[in-house]
């Protein structure tokens, strides 16, 4: 089993930028396809972006296409979410989220999920 604990979540004004990281223990972190989603008040929880094990392999959601970048630092057992020109939509709980095996998109083929953390954008 994997544990996920997200950070980096705050409030910031439209076009700014917010660093999340997604802190895994428990298992090795390598064997593990990586995923951020996120949901907003009264909407379901979507896709963000994903990245595979070693981190080869990225898939962003046509919504933050451009703005938001995937990464992971395996030897720090961390995953990370940049997000650039920040838009009052993306205001949401961004949750990160883990599986073996080849990384998708849909929110029931993850095992693992964190807490979750605030992001708030401001017009």
């Given at each position: 089993q994997?544990?996920l604990?997200e950070?980096g979540?705050?409030?910031?004004?439209?076009g700014?930028?917010l660093?999340?990281s997604?802190a895994a223990?428990g298992?090795?972190f390598?064997?593990?396809?990586m995923?951020?989603?996120?949901q907003a008040?009264?909407?379901?929880?979507?896709?963000?972006?994903s990245?595979?094990?070693?981190g080869?392999?990225t898939?962003?959601?046509?919504s933050?296409k451009?703005?938001f970048?995937i990464?992971r630092?395996?030897?720090?057992?961390?995953l990370?979410?940049?997000?650039?020109?920040?838009?009052?939509?993306?205001?949401?709980?961004?949750?990160?989220?883990?599986?073996?095996g080849?990384v998708?998109?849909g929110?029931g083929?993850?095992?693992?999920?964190g807490?979750?953390t605030?992001?708030t954008?401001s017009?």
């Open positions: 994997v544990q604990v950070s979540g705050g409030l910031v004004q439209a700014g930028s660093t999340l997604c223990s298992r090795t390598s064997n593990y396809g995923g951020w989603f996120r008040p009264g909407k379901e929880r979507e896709f963000v972006a990245i595979n094990r070693i080869g392999s898939y962003y959601a046509d933050v451009g703005r970048t990464s630092d395996n030897a720090k057992n961390t990370y979410l940049q997000t650039n020109s920040l838009k009052p939509e993306d205001t949401a709980v961004y949750y990160c989220a883990a599986r073996s080849p998708y998109t929110v083929s993850y095992s693992y999920w807490q979750g605030q992001v954008v017009s």
